[in-house]
């Protein structure tokens, strides 16, 4: 079982398969966090680290590692490297981080080819997220939003991949639960505006604990909401 953050800050993770607006929703949420006025960063994975930029290059298909075990090794190792350097440190003064992906992508991408339960045992000290809010979006849907980008990655080849990728992710969510994790499962076909509704309602139970005292009322922190002061006369 991954350790209980003990730290002030939450760490908030956003996940689903390739196309299914992880990167868009972390954005929208790390805005609305800033005008919540909850200190508030985002980061994602592969990190910026070494390890990440190493892995960054292979999904691009410009450095190729070792086979399947040695990829999950180095995805396991960049999270850890991730947390020391950048992601606790955050979480200690207090910082909420919102994370484009996590170890669920590992449990779900890297399942493809490695053992879940090693999947799990290899990410086992990595710190266990506050919420994990998974969008999800049927395949073709996923295939289509990545289809109209211009270069194709490693893990985004054809729609029998992608499904399978969606297999194992149900899987993972599955296991994970099991262990008392907190996975929300968000549909995430729904216009960007109205999943965020969602995922700033989800963030808000957790968040509302952490931050005693700030306002976490959804609605009140909606750009659309924010009117201008009335002019003075
Ligand atoms: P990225 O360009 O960041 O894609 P996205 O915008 O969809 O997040 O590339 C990340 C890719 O790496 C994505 O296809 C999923 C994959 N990945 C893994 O296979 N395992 C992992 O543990 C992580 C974090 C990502």
Known sequence: MNPQNPHPGALIVIEGIDGSGSTTQSDMLLQWLGRAGIPSTFTREPSKGPIGGALRLHIVKRLELGGPHAEALAFAADRMDHLASEIEPALARGITVVADRYYLSSLAYQALSCDLAWLREINRFALRPD???????????????????????????????????????????????????????????????????????????????????????????????????????
Do not use: K, N
């Open 131 to 233: 919420l994990t809010v998974f969008l999800s979006v049927p395949v073709d849907v996923g295939v289509a939003r990545f289809s109209s980008r211009a270069t194709r990655e490693r893990f985004e080849e054809d729609r029998d991949e992608l499904a399978r990728i969606a297999g194992t992710y149900d899987a993972a969510i599955e296991a994970i639960r099991a262990d008392g994790e907190e996975v929300q499962v968000v549909d995430g076909t729904r216009t960007p505006a109205e999943v965020h509704a969602e995922v700033v309602r989800l963030a808000a139970g957790v968040l509302a604990p952490r931050y005693p005292g700030t306002s976490l009322d959804v609605a009140a922190h909606e750009q659309s909401s924010v009117r201008p002061t009335a002019p003075t006369v």
